[in-house]
């Protein structure tokens, strides 16, 4: 079976203004690459519409009007101090969302083996009612909620490798046994949370909190701690909240991976996942903020989907 690779137009028109690190260009960069590379064993999908109370699992009735009315007819609006809107989010708002879910029932119904969703806005950083870092819908979370509801899953694991901490996806599942939210981040670091003293009601929050300059080899030592984690948690489904801002180009972070790390991390976490989850895996766009990095970074992990199909 192939990879599926889900993406959209509307990201293009998702304008957060002149100089922000969270630009059009990010995911304009990743699947320019990735059509000039032609690979076959990827399978393209754009995101599907869906039922918009599937968002009322993840986010609150108020949170999800509110945002609904930010988006401005012209110019922006910020729902918090870095997180802008404007007339075109709207779309890519909800692309975002509809291509985890996209991606979700591609697995399920074995159009492709795995998948890659390349969108934005990331989301990670989006609490139940709240909008923060860039993010808006916690799409992760959205997707892991799908999983319980539509496909009675009852152990979903969430790897984050984004160099900052999931705030926002550590609070949707702080006290839900059936998710195992797994971080490993620069801290003490954006947004502040991340300590490994937060464990979550049921033991099912793990973070993995780095030092700024941590070396690759110290990362990857470190990452076997996921691995332990995955191996005694046993989940049926697994999602990657795939920041690539801890590659060591990256201007907001201070970690030092290269983009040959992130094929590493992947491989070793889908190696070991066949046996528990048969391979159920769907990656997501989060960060990354070096366009060249970005470019590298998610073609190699795209090729560790790839590859063990």
């Known amino acids: 079976m192939k990879t599926g690779?889900?993406?959209?137009?509307?990201?293009?028109?998702?304008?957060?203004?002149?100089?922000?690190?969270?630009?059009?260009?990010?995911?304009?960069a990743v699947i320019e690459n990735f059509k000039r590379l032609d690979n076959k064993n990827l399978i393209w999908k754009k995101p599907s519409n869906f039922d918009h109370n599937l968002l009322i699992k993840t986010h609150s009735s108020k949170y999800i009007k509110q945002v609904e009315q930010s988006f401005p007819e012209s110019g922006f609006s910020f729902l918090d101090g870095d997180t802008v809107v404007s007339p075109g989010s709207k779309d890519a708002t909800k692309d975002a969302v509809g291509s985890i879910i996209t991606a979700i029932d591609g697995v399920q119904n074995k159009e492709f083996k795995n998948a890659f969703c390349a969108v934005r806005p990331p989301g990670h950083h989006a609490e139940k009612e709240k909008a923060m870092g860039f993010c808006i819908y916690n799409n992760v979370a959205v997707g892991a909620n799908y999983l319980l509801e539509?496909?009675?899953?009852?152990k979903v694991a969430i790897i984050d490798f984004d160099d900052h901490h999931g705030n926002g996806t550590q609070n949707i599942f702080y006290d839900n046994e059936k998710v195992l939210y797994i971080s490993t981040h620069q801290y003490p670091y954006y947004p502040g949370s991340g300590s490994e003293k937060e464990k979550g009601k049921f033991n099912n929050i793990f973070n993995i909190p780095l030092d700024a300059g941590t070396s690759a080899n110290e990362y990857l030592n470190a990452y076997e701690q996921?691995?332990?984690?995955?191996r005694e948690f046993k989940p049926?489904?697994?999602?990657?909240?795939a920041g690539f801002d801890a590659h060591i180009d990256d201007p907001l972070a201070q970690l030092r991976l290269t983009s040959e790390d992130f094929y590493k991390i992947t491989k070793r976490t889908l190696e070991i996942s066949k046996s528990f989850c048969n391979g159920n895996v769907i990656s997501i766009l989060e960060g990354g903020y070096d366009l060249k990095a970005l470019q590298d970074s998610s073609q190699r992990h795209v090729d560790a989907l790839i590859e063990f199909n």
């Open 5 to 28: 690779l889900i993406t959209s137009d509307t990201y293009q028109n998702h304008n957060t203004g002149e100089g922000h690190p969270e630009k059009i260009d990010r995911v304009t």
């Open 150 to 154: 539509k496909y009675k899953y009852n």
């Open 226 to 230: 996921v691995l332990k984690k995955l």
């Open 236 to 241: 049926e489904f697994l999602l990657f909240s």
